[in-house]
Each structure stands twice: as C-alpha cells, then as structure tokens.
C-alpha cells in the first residue's frame, strides 16, 4: 500500500464487531491509510439457533455489567429486555445504520485468534508500524504494545482520569461525572495511559442506558479517528496526566447500577426543562 501520510497505522479489531467497523468507517472518513487486524476468522458469525441465543444470553448474563448481579434481579432481566427492545427499536437501528453494513473483509484484514498470541506478536514485530489503533480487543499485553515504534491509541467511553476501566457509564453517572469519551494513549495498565482528550457527550431527552452506550461507542470511534489523523500526519496533541481509580465490573453492584439509571433520569429531566 502507498502512503501518503507520515505514520504507519494497523487497526486491531475483531471479526463482525459494531466498534472495529465504527472505527473504520471514521478513519476511511478522515482519509486515514490503515492496515488492519482482526481477531477471530473469516468465517467468524454468531450462531442463529434458538439453542445458540440462550448460550450466549446465558453467558453475558455472567459478565460486563450482569456480573456482579443476581441472575434472578428483577433489575437485570428489567435491563435484558429493554436492551433487546432498544436494539430492535427505530432509534436503534438508525444510530447503527452508517455501520452495520460495512463489510470488514474488504479492507483484506490479517487474522489472529486472540490479539494477545505469539502469531500477532510475530506478524506486528515484522511490519513495524508506527502507531497502533485499539478498536475493540479487549486488554492488550505490554508485549503487543511494544511493537508499535510510537505507541498505541485508545478510546474509553467515560471522562479519564476519573472513571478508567470497567463499567464506564455507570461508575460515571453513578459518580456524578458528565457522561465524556476519553482519547489516550495505551499503556499495559488498563485505560491508563496519559489523555490526548476527553469530549463531553450531551444528553438526549429520551436517552436510555443502552443508547448512551451506543452512542458513547460513536463519539469513541469517531474522536479516536481524528486523533489518529493528528498522529498520522506527525502532529502530537499535548496530552494530561491519567492517575485515576480504577474499576472493575465485579464492583458494580446493583446499588451502582440504580444509582447511575437516577443520575441519568435527572440529566434528562435537566435537558427536558432546557427545551
């Protein structure tokens, strides 16, 4: 591939995932040259049967934001069906439209099975790019990271340095924070690295916990891209100290939980009395 830009930039994605295709959809926006990196296969595709949607109900039901949860709360199967309700609601599918549709295949992505095996290791150790693009892999070893000759960007959905880690929007609102998506650069400590930005996301009057998430991931995908741009072309943002708590989901308990959905209807109420 000929490039124009300064920086050698590799995307680490996954196979099929709404973010990895949001991020690549900004970049290409934004006239970014990428190489990209996908974990899973070319064949990766969730499982239709009725058999393969309770499997994989079951086990989101033991992580994220479940985890530290009664699997018989009311509030959780509460939260089930109004995510369910969300994603085949029109607003849903309108903010996942520009995305969804986009074939990741077409980029002539590289395959790994795990962004952390010795086969990714090799395969970045030899190309040598410049920066790396986290866009939806999980946690990245040290190891991973030091390939890339100028590090590697992140984007967390949640105001650093104050809320890093699991249970972004909810330890956010539950802590009285403005609701933000934070740029910054990757370290092997979790969501730790120093902060290029953080961006404020404004609240709808019919926002719901699963279209703040959505949205969240939008504005993460879209500010990480234009921060790649800066870097791509050789230009470094100052960036902030991150020294902040961090958090895990095992923590966010049900009383984080209802505590941040009243910290949320009181933002839509406060954006309800602006209209």
């Known amino acids: 591939m000929s490039r124009s830009q300064d920086k050698r930039i590799c995307v680490l994605g996954s196979a099929d995932d709404l973010y990895t295709k949001m991020v690549v959809h900004h970049l290409c926006d934004a006239d970014i040259e990428f190489d990209l990196l996908l974990v899973g296969s070319q064949r990766s595709a969730a499982g239709s049967g009725v058999a393969s949607k ?8 033991h992580q994220g934001k479940y985890k530290a949860l009664s699997k018989w709360s009311p509030f959780v199967w509460k939260m089930v069906i109004r995510d369910a309700v969300f994603t085949r609601s029109r607003k849903g599918r309108q903010l996942r439209s520009s995305y969804s549709d986009i074939q990741l295949d077409q980029y002539e992505p590289w395959y790994t099975p795990s962004v952390n095996h010795v086969r990714t290791y090799l395969h970045l150790s030899q190309h040598a790019y410049d920066f790396g693009v986290f ?13 890339f000759t100028s590090g ?5 959905p949640a105001p650093l340095p104050e809320c890093r880690g699991a249970g972004a929007i909810q330890f956010t609102l539950a802590g009285g924070f403005t609701p933000a998506v934070s740029v910054h650069i990757a370290t092997a400590d979790i969501d730790a ?15 719901t916990m699963a279209s703040l998430s959505l949205r969240s991931s939008m504005v993460c995908a879209e500010e990480l ?15 902030l100290e991150n020294s902040g708590p961090l958090n895990y989901w095992k923590d966010c308990s049900l009383a984080i939980q209802k505590k941040a959905e009243r910290r949320l209807r009181a933002l839509r109420s406060d954006r309800a009395g602006l209209s």
């Not at 590697?152 to 967390?156: E, F, G, M, S």
């Not at 921060?227 to 100052?238: E, T």
Request: proline share 9%.
């Open 135 to 147: 866009a939806g892999v999980g946690i990245v070893a040290g190891e991973i990271i030091s390939t």
């Open 225 to 239: 891209a234009d921060v790649v741009r800066l870097l791509a072309n050789g230009i470094s943002p100052p960036v």
């Open 193 to 207: 690295g120093p902060i290029y930005r953080v961006t404020p996301i404004p609240i709808h009057e019919d926002e």
């Open 152 to 156: 590697c960007i992140n984007a967390h």
């Open 54 to 61: 309770v499997c994989a109900l079951w086990a989101a039901l």
